[in-house]
């Protein structure tokens, strides 16, 4: 079973934190949510709150199988701390899995990670995917290598079947 | 005495709103709401709420002298409607003074307007600003032709001097 770090911030996208995460957990996978900061983190909506288990800078990256990075503001939260860039661009050298649904690609944006991949998004963040010189597809899952996107809340079946797939 | 449209949604930075437009409206200037919908909106921080007076599709461009975008998550959600893209677009090509501060530029970016362009704004989206082909500047204010530009909260006294300036 995989070990998953998940980084998450306030203002996240309720729902694209706790429907993947529990389809992961039910599949027997282990989660970490990892933080800026100890403590706890809100989502947008006000309905699901997430504890913190590990600050990103204590957090060895090589100790994961996979980074999940749910949507909302918490990704541009996120891009706005050096030891959250460096540690999704360690990550993603490493060639293990990476899922990010919604904004979440605006923290590989600023990690300079998706030039020539194929990646979608939410809406808002469009343009951004394709000035970073990705090759943005309008599709609800989109699966490059070792890097799985999503739009928005409505994919979120589709993004969970890929992305546990890449568990297996 | 000018009049200002600002461009604005929910979760946007509280003080970016409140205290420039206070130094407008001090200073003689008129301030028109500009949201998606009729209605409030709110800051992030919960101490400010904006009427929105003019829904954007409903709204002539030609009729301001000076568009004004705040920061937070506000700019991130104006930008997925095409209204509000296209309205900065087609204002901005009028060559009137544009201000925008943190986040704001993300709505410049998405309407394709900061190539070429010196242009600073909130840490999270430098990346972005420069893969838009602009010069990111690390300034509290940037002045570039009809578009000032600055970072973040403890910028605005500098921001709000350059405003007025373009204003007179």
């Known amino acids: 079973m995989a070990k998953i770090g998940v980084m998450i911030d306030n203002f996240f996208e309720d729902v694209e934190y706790t429907r993947p995460v529990k389809a992961f957990k039910d599949a027997g996978h282990q989660i970490t949510n990892l933080g800026i900061k100890k403590g706890r983190v809100k989502g947008k909506k006000g309905t699901?709150?997430?504890e913190i288990d590990e600050r990103i800078r204590d957090s060895d990256y090589n100790s994961f199988d996979a980074i999940?990075?749910?949507?909302?503001?918490?990704?541009?939260?996120l891009r706005g701390?050096?030891?959250a860039v460096e540690f999704i661009r360690n990550f993603f050298h490493t060639d293990k899995p990476v899922f990010a649904i919604c904004h979440g690609p605006q923290l590989l944006i600023t990690a300079q990670l998706i030039e020539g991949r194929k990646v979608t998004g939410w809406r808002s963040i469009v343009q951004d995917i394709k000035n970073a010189g990705?090759?943005?597809?309008?599709q609800e899952?989109?699966?490059d290598g070792n890097l799985v996107t999503s739009r928005q809340p409505s994919d979120i079946p589709a993004f969970i079947e890929v992305c546990l797939k890449k568990l297996e």
């Open 48 to 50: 699901a709150t997430v």
């Open 68 to 77: 999940f990075i749910p949507g909302g503001y918490s990704p541009d939260n």
């Open 81 to 83: 701390h050096r030891e």
């Open 134 to 138: 990705a090759e943005f597809r309008d």
């Open 141 to 143: 899952v989109v699966e």
